[in-house]
Nanobody, 124 residues
């Protein structure tokens, strides 16, 4: 069992930055593929970014490529999402997710554990 707790959300003006954190507790953090998803009101939960277990390879949705950076610190059991040049279209609840298998998956079904989410609101 893995518990995930997100933090770092908030209200920011367009063009600003935020850094989200997701702290994991439970089983060995480095065994998990970690990802961020987001869900805007009335929409489905969409993939944002992922980072591999051992290689640290990163993957991004086209909509955030070049603006967002995912990273992990296995010593701190934490995954981060640095978000720059934010726009109103980035407004959503952001969720951290953990996958207990190898390989990157871009759909919610591929993940075993979820955090409670953190709200990001970008004003224009």
């Amino acid at each position: 069992q893995v518990q995930l707790v997100e933090s770092g959300g908030g209200l920011v003006q367009a063009g600003g930055s935020l850094r989200l954190s997701c702290a994991a507790s439970g089983r060995t953090f480095s065994n998990y593929v970690m990802s961020w998803f987001r869900q805007a009101p009335g929409k489905e939960r969409d993939f944002v970014a992922a980072i591999g277990r051992s290689t640290g390879s990163t993957y991004y949705a086209d909509s955030v490529k070049g603006r967002f950076t995912i990273s992990r610190d296995n010593a701190k059991n934490t995954v981060y999402l640095q978000m720059n040049t934010l726009g109103p279209e980035d407004t959503a609840v952001y969720y951290c997710a953990a996958r207990d298998k190898a390989g990157i998956v871009y759909t919610t079904r591929g993940y075993d554990y979820w955090g409670q989410g953190t709200q990001v609101t970008v004003s224009s």
